[in-house]
């Protein structure tokens, strides 16, 4: 009963950049927008989160609308090792009643 | 961040007998747990939360009497899949929380590869 909706798969050619979108129109103002990744055969990695400015860390960068309807990751410079399923997840930063569940995720193929 | 452990990291058994997996917050108090199960090409599918000291919480077509879960310590719950059967041949992922810091923070363990033969 995800709330976001990404694409099913995209590719991207190693070194250039990955944008993965994902919608969120049904977001409410309290709600952060999450990204996780999922490299085969593993746990989820966190990899970045927001409310509603722009965000980057060593990872990646968030781009929220503003509206705050979607939000794009980008992965500046994708490697062979970025390839994995990446979930948008929104959710609550507080409260502790909230019951995590995830999408099917965009699977992010990079190819040499 | 916070470090979530799971042991075993793969384990294979035969049909009918029974299985624990251990999921352990290495570094917090996890008053919250949550198992996953994921089959392949699917996406994590949530089987229940358990907050410590209290009985889990079971998503709805889960067995509760198959899978038993354990949360009896602020930094250990384990989920024994009971009888096991082919069809339960799946990743089990936990994840973990402080639900005291109000925080919805959440720290996944590295999953558990089960194999029924």
């Known amino acids: 009963d995800a709330k976001t909706t990404q694409p099913t798969s995209m590719d991207c050619a190693e070194g250039r950049a990955a944008n993965l979108p994902c919608n969120h129109s049904t977001i409410s103002g309290n709600e952060y927008v999450y990204w996780y990744r999922q490299i085969h055969s593993q746990g989820p990695q966190y990899i970045i989160h927001?409310?509603?400015n722009n965000e980057t860390n060593e990872m990646a960068s968030l781009i929220i609308t503003e509206d705050r309807k979607s939000s794009t990751l980008i992965l500046p410079h994708a490697t062979l090792r970025d390839t994995a399923v990446y979930y948008c997840?929104?959710?609550?930063?507080?409260?502790?009643?909230?019951?995590?569940?995830f999408g099917r995720g965009t699977s992010l193929i990079v190819h040499p | 961040g916070a470090v979530v452990s799971q042991h075993p990291s793969r384990v294979i058994c035969k049909s009918g007998t029974s299985v624990k997996i251990e999921c352990r917050s290495l570094d917090f108090q996890a008053t919250t747990m949550f198992w996953y199960r994921q089959f392949p090409k699917q996406s994590l599918m949530l089987m229940a939360t358990s907050n410590e000291g209290s009985k889990a919480t079971y998503e709805q077509g889960v067995e509760k009497d198959k899978f038993l879960i354990n949360h009896a310590s602020l930094t250990l719950s384990t989920l024994t899949v009971t009888s096991a059967h082919p069809e339960d041949s799946s990743f089990y992922i936990c994840?973990?929380?402080?639900?005291?810091?109000?925080?919805?923070?959440?720290?996944f363990g590295p999953g558990t590869r089960l194999t029924v033969l």
């Open positions: 927001g409310l509603k």
């Open positions: 997840i929104v959710r609550p930063a507080s409260g502790g009643s909230y019951i995590p569940t």
């Open positions: 994840s973990a929380r402080d639900g005291r810091t109000g925080n919805n923070e959440q720290f």
